[in-house]
């Protein structure tokens, strides 16, 4: 870890090191599930879903560089790249081969379902580990993965 003066204990701060690159791996995955989709889906809510996937992207990776910066905040080293990435992230594999909206639209809310859980944890780690900073952090992070949720799951409904 990086010397720092910020007033929480060496293995709080690695604990939540360790916790938020769990998530970042998580979020730089998410995002880029949200570009497949953006990128390949078809029928004929093609415009509609088109612009929502890249709004959950863009959402998405605004939550990758908060959770990244509170790493790097706590003195750790944000651990972000595509081979790291890929070999930690927890969300399923997204379906490659799949166009319809329909598809897309069970695929990607089953990741933001994933993560939002996920970080809905982290909540509460945080928390129990008293650094309520973080914890906010990821309150804003799951508050804002399950609307994204909604956006998308609407498409279902």
Known sequence: MH?????????????MIEMLNA?????ID??????????????????????LFDQVAGEVEGYSDMI??????????????ARVVASKSSLNEYPLEITEGADHVDALSGALAAFAKNS?????????????????LMTEVARGTD????????HQQ
Do not use: P, Y
């Open 147 to 154: 609307k994204l949720l909604w956006f998308v799951e609407a």
């Open 23 to 27: 998530r970042l791996a998580d979020s």
């Open 68 to 81: 990244a910066e509170r790493v790097t905040t706590l003195g750790g080293t944000a651990e972000g790249t």
């Open 30 to 51: 998410l995002k880029t599930q949200s570009k497949q989709a953006h990128w390949n889906v078809k029928g004929m809510n093609f415009i509609a879903l088109h612009e």
């Open 3 to 15: 010397r720092t003066k910020i007033d929480i204990d060496t293995d709080t701060r690695e604990k």
């Open 120 to 136: 809905r944890t982290n909540v509460d780690e945080a928390d129990e580990a008293g650094d309520a900073i973080t914890a906010d």
